[in-house]
């Protein structure tokens, strides 16, 4: 791939006092601010291959991600771009970042000069519409920032972004004559326009919505654009139907403003909402009042500045660094803020709740992020989950249950399980404040006593029969994982009752194991084991597990790994199929998913069920395994190149699964409130966390060949457990982990220094 060296440039910063009103506060520059982290954030990473990270302007979990868009031509635009592309059709204000599904693309506007057009054109014919040619030569990004010249036009776009607010600045090139910008509202990343709408309300203020069909099958945009000069001449069409006066309503509508000499520059602010025009011009007043790019673009870097330095990492190695910034980065889009400045929002159930006394999120990605992204959160963000959590709550409250892949006020329904469920329980049981134990419990169950997805069988028979349910094992180890997470907040509410229910059923998984075979297996209505049986195939012979196969699903029993060692008779069993995982080859066949990527053997180390499974040699006393699997995982399947992401980002799951590695642990179960040890990458991390407590890793004699933890000290005292525990992480302190070339096999072997003891 060819080398990046204007995205990773170091943005001079001079630090202004003046203040953009609403969220655009910032108090005073933090120390981490002042080192300028965002130079280390490479956002190009993930934007090749099958990463579909976004790539624009945005700040840490905005409503805006304002970016370029491509032609969309498959799977592997999800986010709207893709840098094998040469085309961009123009600039829109709301994106997807690493997701398997498309979507968005909301509000698509584009600058260029010549004829007027209203089509974007084509791939094999660019000429025949608006798009423009541009090279990845001309083209920065950095956090907040993202600057393209339009090679067809000479064009210079730049875009930079509040929360709410898109900002775009365009420079025409000198001598240019007849200019146009067009806002085409008929355009998005792979959805249908339903109602389209705009309306020029004065010579600078223009209004409108977009409502869409896509993935999530009512979604609602409202938006306001403010010009930088009078727009001297504006037209709509619907289509290419030029029509009568200075508004329009349709399925295609495209607002078109022209200048028969194009203006120096030209800059547009332009406002969402989920609710309506008026708050979306109330946004753009709140957040960006005045016309400072510079300014509002250096605001956009603080705040990326203020969050990338909640994590402070020293290593001599500077690729890692720039993985690990550049991923801290893209762990911050979702979820996304789903409310006005003032507090409204549209709920699932498509009423206005005004001035909600938290902040409403969207973009929950739930059955990715619940095995490291929120724990991230609980650990970096902890001033944000409590709004999290609340937006689930008040989702479960409007639709009733949970979300489950929710995007844009709209429940996709997509992926197995009540994933919500663990999020909601670690959050709780790790003490978030604001957080009501009956309310969350009383939501956890009215997701978990549905009769969809298996559920009905679960209830009756206490097992998804495979020629009865889809995906049935998949569905099954999720449940047992989420019904897991219920009973431990029952059981801190004193609901023995409850307890007792959730717990048994957490360990419904044991009747898919097959012993024979040693692997989780699909069961027929009578009980049996489902033949034929391919443990590489499966995926599309049977359908029992969702993008993945048995060798994958095998392992998917974080919430109780001492009862899966159990099942396999001994510890050495474990080990030694643990082992096989890794080396096994085989053929996936054609209709295998394409998320089974990033593989070590049959290890998927691209999709999210296997994300937690280099962590459980130590449950068996191996902790020098994980050690040895973690390392080859953090060097092989991240890499600082467009391609470097091993498979969907998924929102941030495979970030944050690279963050809290390189760090030095995991949370293989969430819920429990531990994370398990593996070898850091870091030579020292220091995490900030509440009412100034620290949490300083420090790493002695680290490297590329010492991945093996010798020793460890905790807070001064010599540590023998190969797991933390979050109590004792927020509590402050330091963890000094001494590293060497060869295993210390003594490390956590024993019984009473393993994991196993956080299920007690």
Request: charged content about 20%; hydrophobic content about 40%.
């Given at each position: 791939m060819a080398q990046l060296p204007t995205c990773l440039r170091a943005l001079p910063v001079r630090w202004s006092g003046a203040l953009l009103g609403g969220v655009l506060l910032l108090g005073a520059v933090t120390a981490q601010a002042q080192q300028h982290l965002t130079s280390y954030v490479?956002?190009?990473?993930?934007?090749?291959?099958?990463?579909?990270?976004?790539?624009?302007?945005?700040?840490?979990?905005?409503?805006?991600?304002?970016?370029?868009?491509?032609?969309?031509?498959?799977?592997?635009?999800?986010?709207?771009?893709?840098?094998?592309?040469?085309?961009?059709?123009?600039?829109?204000?709301?994106?997807?970042?690493?997701?398997?599904?498309?979507?968005?693309?909301?509000?698509?506007?584009?600058?260029?000069?010549?004829?007027?057009?209203?089509?974007?054109?084509?791939?094999?014919?660019?000429?025949?519409g608006y798009l423009s040619r541009f090279s990845h030569r001309r083209e920065t990004a950095r956090p907040g920032y993202y600057a393209v010249t339009l090679d067809d036009y000479g064009i210079r776009a730049e875009l930079t972004s509040s929360a709410r607010v898109g900002f775009h600045r365009y420079t025409f090139p000198a001598g240019a004559k007849e200019a146009h910008v067009i806002v085409d509202l008929k355009?998005?990343?792979?959805?249908?326009?339903?109602?389209?709408?705009i309306e020029q309300i004065d010579?600078?203020?223009?209004?409108?919505?977009?409502?869409?069909?896509?993935?999530?099958?009512?979604?609602?945009?409202?938006?306001?654009?403010?010009?930088?000069?009078?727009?001297?001449?504006?037209?709509?069409?619907?289509?290419?139907?030029?029509?009568?006066?200075?508004?329009?309503?349709?399925?295609?509508?495209?607002?078109?403003?022209?200048?028969?000499?194009?203006?120096?520059?030209?800059?547009?602010?332009v406002g969402i909402s989920p609710v309506s025009a008026q708050n979306a011009l109330a946004n753009i007043q709140a957040e960006i009042p005045g016309w400072d790019f510079a300014q509002v673009q250096q605001a956009a870097d603080a705040q990326w500045n203020r969050e990338l330095g909640k994590v402070a990492i020293q290593t001599k190695d500077t690729v890692a660094r720039r993985i690990f910034y550049t991923s801290m980065y893209h762990a911050l889009?979702?979820?996304?803020?789903?409310?006005?400045?003032?507090?409204?929002?549209?709920?699932?159930?498509?009423?206005?709740?005004?001035?909600?006394?938290?902040?409403?999120y969207t973009t929950f990605s739930l059955w990715d992020t619940y095995r490291a992204e929120q724990s991230l959160f609980t650990l970096a963000q902890p001033e944000r989950v409590n709004d999290m959590m609340q937006s689930m709550l008040a989702i479960q409250r409007q639709q009733g249950k949970l979300p489950i892949w929710h995007l844009t006020g709209s429940e996709t329904n997509t992926m197995v399980g009540y994933s919500a469920v663990p999020a909601l329980a670690?959050?709780?049981?790790?003490?978030?404040?604001g957080l009501d134990g009956p309310q969350v419990l009383a939501a956890m169950k009215a997701s978990s006593t549905r009769d969809d997805q298996g559920m009905q069988y679960i209830k009756a028979k206490g097992f998804i029969p495979a020629d009865k349910e889809g995906e049935s094992v998949a569905k099954a180890l999720e449940y047992a994982i989420d019904d897991w997470s219920i009973?431990?907040?029952?059981?801190?509410?004193?609901?023995?009752?409850?307890?007792?229910?959730?717990?048994?059923?957490?360990?419904?998984?044991?009747?898919?194991?097959d012993p024979r075979t040693r692997f989780m297996r699909g069961l027929t209505s009578d009980g049996k084991f489902q033949l034929p049986f391919d443990p590489i195939q499966s995926i599309h012979r049977q359908n029992n597990y969702t993008e993945g196969n048995a060798w994958q699903y095998t392992w998917l029993v974080p919430h109780d790994v001492p009862g899966l060692i159990g099942l396999f008779g001994s510890d050495a069993a474990f080990v030694q199929k643990l082992d096989s995982l890794f080396v096994v080859k085989g053929d996936l066949g054609e209709s295998a998913s394409p998320d089974i990527s990033g593989l070590i053997g049959m290890y998927a180390h691209g999709n999210e069920p296997s994300h937690a499974t280099t962590y459980l040699y130590a449950y068996a006393g191996q902790q020098w395994k994980t050690a040895e699997k973690v390392r080859q995982v953090l060097r092989?399947?991240?890499?600082?190149?467009?391609?470097?992401?091993?498979?969907?980002?998924?929102?941030?799951?495979?970030?944050?699964?690279?963050?809290?590695s390189s760090l030095g642990f995991y949370p293989v179960s969430p819920s429990s409130g531990a994370y398990v040890l593996g070898s850091p990458v870091v030579d020292k991390a220091t995490i900030r966390l509440p009412k100034g407590k620290t949490f300083v890793i420090d790493v002695q004699n680290n490297g590329p060949q010492n991945l093996y933890i010798q020793s460890a000290v905790?807070?001064?005292?010599?540590?023998?457990?190969?797991?933390?525990?979050?109590?004792?992480?927020?509590?402050?302190?330091?963890?000094?982990?001494?590293?060497?070339?060869?295993p210390n096999r003594a490390f956590g072997a024993a019984a009473a220094n393993r994991p196993l003891e956080v299920y007690k």
């Amino acid at each position: 791939m060819a080398q990046l060296p204007t995205c990773l440039r170091a943005l001079p910063v001079r630090w202004s006092g003046a203040l953009l009103g609403g969220v655009l506060l910032l108090g005073a520059v933090t120390a981490q601010a002042q080192q300028h982290l965002t130079s280390y954030v490479d956002p190009m990473i993930g934007t090749g291959g099958h990463g579909h990270v976004f790539l624009g302007a945005n700040v840490p979990f905005g409503a805006v991600q304002l970016g370029p868009q491509n032609i969309f031509k498959g799977w592997d635009w999800c986010s709207g771009y893709h840098y094998s592309d040469s085309l961009l059709t123009g600039f829109s204000h709301t994106h997807l970042s690493g997701t398997g599904c498309s979507d968005l693309g909301d509000v698509l506007i584009m600058p260029y000069t010549g004829a007027v057009k209203t089509d974007k054109g084509q791939q094999k014919a660019p000429h025949l519409g608006y798009l423009s040619r541009f090279s990845h030569r001309r083209e920065t990004a950095r956090p907040g920032y993202y600057a393209v010249t339009l090679d067809d036009y000479g064009i210079r776009a730049e875009l930079t972004s509040s929360a709410r607010v898109g900002f775009h600045r365009y420079t025409f090139p000198a001598g240019a004559k007849e200019a146009h910008v067009i806002v085409d509202l008929k355009e998005g990343v792979d959805d249908k326009a339903t109602a389209t709408y705009i309306e020029q309300i004065d010579p600078q203020t223009f209004v409108g919505y977009r409502f869409s069909k896509g993935w999530a099958s009512d979604q609602r945009l409202y938006f306001a654009i403010k010009s930088s000069v009078p727009v001297p001449q504006f037209a709509v069409y619907d289509e290419a139907q030029k029509l009568v006066g200075k508004t329009g309503k349709g399925l295609a509508i495209k607002g078109v403003f022209s200048f028969a000499k194009a203006p120096a520059t030209l800059q547009l602010k332009v406002g969402i909402s989920p609710v309506s025009a008026q708050n979306a011009l109330a946004n753009i007043q709140a957040e960006i009042p005045g016309w400072d790019f510079a300014q509002v673009q250096q605001a956009a870097d603080a705040q990326w500045n203020r969050e990338l330095g909640k994590v402070a990492i020293q290593t001599k190695d500077t690729v890692a660094r720039r993985i690990f910034y550049t991923s801290m980065y893209h762990a911050l889009f979702a979820p996304a803020l789903f409310n006005d400045a003032n507090g409204d929002y549209r709920g699932t159930d498509k009423k206005v709740y005004a001035k909600a006394p938290f902040a409403n999120y969207t973009t929950f990605s739930l059955w990715d992020t619940y095995r490291a992204e929120q724990s991230l959160f609980t650990l970096a963000q902890p001033e944000r989950v409590n709004d999290m959590m609340q937006s689930m709550l008040a989702i479960q409250r409007q639709q009733g249950k949970l979300p489950i892949w929710h995007l844009t006020g709209s429940e996709t329904n997509t992926m197995v399980g009540y994933s919500a469920v663990p999020a909601l329980a670690e959050a709780y049981l790790k003490g978030t404040p604001g957080l009501d134990g009956p309310q969350v419990l009383a939501a956890m169950k009215a997701s978990s006593t549905r009769d969809d997805q298996g559920m009905q069988y679960i209830k009756a028979k206490g097992f998804i029969p495979a020629d009865k349910e889809g995906e049935s094992v998949a569905k099954a180890l999720e449940y047992a994982i989420d019904d897991w997470s219920i009973a431990q907040v029952a059981k801190r509410l004193g609901r023995t009752d409850d307890y007792k229910t959730y717990s048994a059923r957490a360990l419904y998984y044991k009747k898919y194991f097959d012993p024979r075979t040693r692997f989780m297996r699909g069961l027929t209505s009578d009980g049996k084991f489902q033949l034929p049986f391919d443990p590489i195939q499966s995926i599309h012979r049977q359908n029992n597990y969702t993008e993945g196969n048995a060798w994958q699903y095998t392992w998917l029993v974080p919430h109780d790994v001492p009862g899966l060692i159990g099942l396999f008779g001994s510890d050495a069993a474990f080990v030694q199929k643990l082992d096989s995982l890794f080396v096994v080859k085989g053929d996936l066949g054609e209709s295998a998913s394409p998320d089974i990527s990033g593989l070590i053997g049959m290890y998927a180390h691209g999709n999210e069920p296997s994300h937690a499974t280099t962590y459980l040699y130590a449950y068996a006393g191996q902790q020098w395994k994980t050690a040895e699997k973690v390392r080859q995982v953090l060097r092989e399947m991240y890499r600082a190149q467009p391609d470097g992401i091993s498979g969907n980002e998924d929102c941030g799951q495979m970030s944050a699964w690279y963050i809290l590695s390189s760090l030095g642990f995991y949370p293989v179960s969430p819920s429990s409130g531990a994370y398990v040890l593996g070898s850091p990458v870091v030579d020292k991390a220091t995490i900030r966390l509440p009412k100034g407590k620290t949490f300083v890793i420090d790493v002695q004699n680290n490297g590329p060949q010492n991945l093996y933890i010798q020793s460890a000290v905790l807070n001064g005292k010599a540590y023998a457990n190969s797991y933390l525990l979050h109590r004792d992480i927020v509590a402050g302190g330091t963890l000094q982990l001494t590293m060497g070339p060869q295993p210390n096999r003594a490390f956590g072997a024993a019984a009473a220094n393993r994991p196993l003891e956080v299920y007690k």
